[in-house]
T-cell receptor
Framework: NAGVTQTPKFQVLKTGQSMTLQCAQD?????MYWYRQDPGMGLRLIYY???????DKGEVPNGYNVSRLNKREFSLRLESAAPSQTSVYFC?????????????FGPGTRLTVT | RKEVEQDPGPFNVPEGATVAFNCTYS??????FFWYRQDCRKEPKLLMS???SGNEDGRFTAQLNRASQYISLLIRDSKLSDSATYLC???????????FGTGTRLQVFP
């Protein structure tokens, strides 16, 4: 039982390049989330998916797109990376949306945009 | 005002000390409260949920004060291994989102 997995662990991009961050969970959770974490800013929600087939914007969605490929997988895409997107990205999942359920986090992706 | 606020610390305490952190929240409709622990360069992991009646897990005690809109985490008999950042998280059923504080850093020294 791996929990939440993320790939890649590290990535360096040049401004303007694109990439997709992959996330998968094996806990049969309905809800999945993408956060970014920056020093002094805490965890900020980028996008979330309440259930398979639905996605919604979080606090900081600009510059990102997501796909809930199936119940297990939730990917985050940067179409044209900018230095402001340098951050640590965490994927998380929970059985239901935030109201009352623990979220389980993946190990994170450290992204640097030069 | 931020929805969830924490003192960033660091709190530097000797082994064996008792230390307490508070976390204030602004949404009076908040219904769910959690403390997460995050080690350096690792993902957050749930430490404990915070119930209305408070709860205790070994050396850790969490309390909720709805009137003053804060939650607290008390750590007794601090260990070196308690050194980490402690994040509080608050959710309300009408927003469906978990809002995290920026974390309080604890450093326990020998």
């Amino acid at each position: 039982n791996a929990g939440v997995t993320q790939t890649p662990k590290f990535q360096v991009l040049k401004t303007g390049q694109s990439m997709t961050l992959q996330c998968a969970q094996d806990m049969n959770h309905n809800s999945m989330y993408w956060y970014r974490q920056d020093p002094g800013m805490g965890l900020r929600l980028i996008y979330y998916s309440a259930s398979e087939g639905t996605t919604d914007k979080g606090e900081v969605p600009n510059g990102y797109n997501v796909s809930r490929l199936n119940k297990r997988e939730f990917s985050l895409r940067l179409e044209s990376a900018a230095p402001s997107q340098t951050s640590v990205y965490f994927c998380a999942s929970s059985e239901r949306l935030a109201g009352g359920d623990e979220q389980y986090f993946g190990p994170g992706t450290r992204l640097t945009v030069t | 005002r931020k929805e969830v606020e924490q003192d960033p610390g660091p709190f530097n305490v000797p082994e064996g000390a008792t230390v307490a952190f508070n976390c204030t929240y602004s949404n009076s409709a908040s219904q769910s409260f959690f403390w997460y622990r995050q080690d350096c360069r690792k993902e957050p992991k749930l430490l404990m949920s915070v119930y209305s009646s408070g709860n205790e897990d070994g050396r850790f005690t969490a309390q909720l004060n709805r009137a003053s809109q804060y939650i607290s985490l008390l750590i007794r008999d601090s260990k070196l291994s308690d050194s980490a950042t402690y994040l509080c998280a608050v959710a309300s059923y009408n927003t469906d989102k978990l809002i995290f504080g920026t974390g309080t850093r604890l450093q326990v020294f020998p």
